[in-house]
T-cell receptor, first 114, second 115 residues
Framework: DADVTQTPRNRITKTGKRIMLECSQTKGHDRMYWYRQDPGLGLRLIYYSFDVKDINKGEISDGYSVSRQAQAKFSLSLESAIPNQTALYFC?????????????FGPGTRLTVL | AQSVTQLGSHVSVSEGALVLLRCNYSSSVPPYLFWYVQYPNQGLQLLLKYTTGATLVKGINGFEAEFKKSETSFHLTKPSAHMSDAAEYFCAVSGLSGSARQLTFGSGTQLTVLP
């Protein structure tokens, strides 16, 4: 079974719609992250959460919001989707007690906004 | 602030040839360095990481990387490319504490292996 799961894996939506991407993990990690990947730009951090009550904006948070419902769940919302939010979205986790900052990634959600 | 530069967005090698993917970083604190691989339609998988200690780090699938502080580099190598190595490779850097603990990724290098 996958340690970090994302739903849905693919989503096509229309401009102006609200959409939620969900992430769950069974690794027992306290830290969770949302990234988006665009060709030629690598991965850029949208939001991160160090625990349930600690949520922080990343490099590109405008147009996005998040909710950390439990230690194992971290959701990303697009309140009003726009075409330039078409991208591949990844959730990741890490353990604050770990010796390094290694992050573990989910399989990704491919989002298309028409 | 920290940043990563990957030289070459696309690299092509013949099967059996040396693979060399370049990564240079900047960091105001001693860095942790990572290489991740992304196969088509999959998430990122850790290849190897440098934290402390030995500067030559061995990873999965025959890959290795050497941390060179004087050159601020962490290049990824594999002596003999295999068709299955075709993927996108990302170098990443993080610091030790605070906001510097975040991973900063390079823009990626797409590796093509030619038969």
């Amino acid at each position: 079974d996958a340690d970090v799961t994302q739903t849905p894996r693919n989503r096509i939506t229309k401009t102006g719609k609200r959409i939620m991407l969900e992430c769950s993990q069974t690794k027992g990690h306290d830290r969770m992250y949302w990234y988006r990947q665009d060709p030629g730009l690598g991965l850029r951090l949208i939001y991160y959460s160090f625990d349930v009550k600690d949520i922080n904006k990343g490099e590109i948070s405008d147009g996005y919001s998040v909710s950390r419902q439990a230690q194992a769940k971290f959701s990303l919302s697009l309140e009003s989707a726009i075409p330039n939010q078409t991208a591949l979205y990844f959730c990741a986790t890490s353990d604050s007690a770990g010796a390094s900052n290694e992050q573990f990634f989910g399989p990704g959600t491919r989002l298309t906004v028409l | 602030a920290q940043s990563v530069t990957q030289l070459g967005s696309h690299v092509s090698v013949s099967e059996g040839a040396l693979v060399l993917l370049r990564c240079n970083y900047s960091s105001s604190v001693p860095p942790y360095l990572f290489w991740y691989v992304q196969y088509p339609n999959q998430g990122l998988q850790l290849l190897l990481k440098y934290t402390t200690g030995a500067t030559l780090v061995k990873g999965i699938n025959g890959f290795e990387a050497e941390f060179k502080k004087s050159e601020t580099s962490f290049h990824l190598t594999k002596p003999s490319a295999h068709m299955s190595d075709a993927a996108e490779y990302f170098c990443a850097v993080s610091g030790l504490s605070g906001s510097a603990r975040q991973l900063t990724f390079g823009s990626g290098t797409q590796l093509t292996v030619l038969p």
